[in-house]
């Protein structure tokens, strides 16, 4: 095992890692802003080195600054959290040639299933389901007016490069496909510096679900079970839960069992997710694979009793996973929570500030993660997250309650944030009955 590592991040994954590096005995060094010298975990952490102004390209992306922090501090690995440098492929390759392990999986799996055209091609190789599509990247606008024609719309054109909505266009016609084709390139291009794109028949009204994977350097790879992820509003997600509650047995296993084969395909090591989409008569669909431990994993942790980030620091450093697949249970039902810093009154807009009172939830199935406090300042350089609540519960209708009354007990003054949404989510009979889809938020709040 490692003796010290360093964590390229901030906010509440940054003191999650610290949590999981103590709980094994590692030492946590961490790395900061100026915008956020006062975060009250630096102090938990073994070391703190301060990297540049608030300005995430000066500091938490710059990756000559990170790689000099690591080294003056002599560190093993990095963990990336996620955002800013987890999928890097570069920030990756410059870890191993300093010969610090990057927590988190090989180069060559991160070039594999970042490109979402060769993932695509991967998954179809395996036998997994993709949604009906182009054979690879469209090379000119009347490809796309081609393949949409004999598919028939709606079709959706997206970046292989992509990630967050970016670079993508749902099209209905003929009028809108040219001027999407090109504008989804120029934005793709803009974004990621690729402006691929290849196009797939729309599935309408989906739901997002996701398998969590665990593989280690021997090739033995588990599932964690799924999470529903369907309440989002522009690509963010506002709330998760697992297991999906409208899944039978039999196509769980299933979904867990494609994820499962993509993965070991891709030769893969460390935390992974598989999205899949849903269609209305529940058939699943890979879209695509995250190469990153993700914001929502404690929902995962609640149902099955396994610390996640501590896998990916026991696995980075080589140990295998001594664990067979029956003997990951899940228990109950978790829900996530994720509170922004957003005024839901003015569109969503950010609404940083210092909060003055401060009353954290807790009680019986509540955990919250989170690196705020009475006194912080949230900043405006930053994702506007703020803090997590997960709740697990036996029951799908008890977390629910269990969720209502610790939104109702955090107090977060005086800035705006998104408690008051998904309390009024949370108590929509669509989603107490669980008729959602990924459109449920922009239709219905
Ligand atoms: C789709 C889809 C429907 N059909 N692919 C969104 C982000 C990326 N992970 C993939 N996404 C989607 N892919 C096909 N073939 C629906 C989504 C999707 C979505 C699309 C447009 C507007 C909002 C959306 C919210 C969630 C998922």
């Not at 729309?202 to 679900?209: A, K, L, N, S, Y």
Request: glycine residues 6%.
């Amino acid at each position: 095992m490692f003796s010290k590592i360093l964590i390229a991040n901030r906010g509440e994954i940054a003191l999650r890692i610290i949590r999981a590096c103590h709980e094994l005995d590692i030492e946590a060094v961490v790395v900061y802003s100026e915008a956020d010298k006062d975060a009250p975990y630096l102090q938990l952490a073994d070391e703190s080195i301060c990297i540049g102004p608030a300005d995430s390209a000066k500091s938490y992306l710059n990756i000559p600054r990170i790689i000099s922090a690591a080294e003056i501090t002599d560190v093993e690995a990095i963990h990336p959290g996620y955002g800013f440098l987890a999928e890097n492929i570069h920030f990756a390759e410059v870890c191993r040639e300093c010969g610090i392990t990057f927590i988190g999986p090989p180069v060559e799996a991160m070039q594999l299933l970042g490109d979402k055209i060769r993932a695509r091609e991967l998954a179809h190789k395996v036998g997994v389901p993709v949604v009906p599509g182009s054979d690879g990247a469209l090379e000119k606008d009347s490809d796309a007016l081609e393949l949409a024609n004999e598919m028939g719309y709606p079709v959706i054109i997206k970046a292989a490069a992509g990630g967050g909505g970016r670079g993508m266009r749902v099209v209905h016609n003929d009028i809108n496909l040219r001027s999407a084709f090109s504008s989804a390139s120029a934005e793709a291009k803009a974004a990621f510096g690729n402006g691929t794109v290849y196009l797939e028949k729309f599935i309408v009204e989906p739901r997002h679900v996701e398998v969590q994977i665990m593989a280690d350097k021997k090739g033995n790879a588990l599932h964690f079970y799924e999470r529903d992820c369907s309440i989002q509003r522009r690509h963010q997600k506002m709330i998760e839960e697992s297991p999906c509650p409208i899944l039978d047995k039999r196509t769980r296993e299933q979904l867990a069992e494609a994820a499962l084969r993509i993965i070991k395909e891709a030769r893969y090591d460390n935390a992974a997710t598989v999205e899949f989409i849903l269609d209305e008569e529940k058939e699943f669909y890979f879209i695509e694979a995250n190469t990153r431990i993700q914001v929502e994993h404690p929902v995962t942790e609640m149902v099955t009793g396994h610390d996640l980030i501590k896998w990916q620091l026991k696995i980075a450093a080589g140990e295998p996973i001594k664990l067979s697949q029956r003997n990951i249970k899940h228990t109950g039902v978790a829900i996530e929570c994720r509170i922004n810093a957003e005024d839901p009154e003015r569109d969503f807009a950010p609404s940083p500030g210092t909060i003055t009172r401060y009353i954290p939830p807790g009680g019986p199935g509540v955990r919250i993660d989170t690196h705020v406090h009475q006194g912080w300042t949230v900043s405006p350089s930053y994702d506007s997250m703020i803090a997590k609540v997960i709740v697990h519960q036996k029951t799908r209708t008890e977390a629910i309650a269990t969720m209502k009354r610790a939104l109702r007990e955090f107090v977060i003054e005086p800035i705006k944030t998104t408690i008051p949404v998904c309390l009024d989510i949370l108590s929509h009979n669509l989603f107490v009955k669980s008729k959602i889809d990924t459109g449920f938020v922009e239709r219905n709040f």
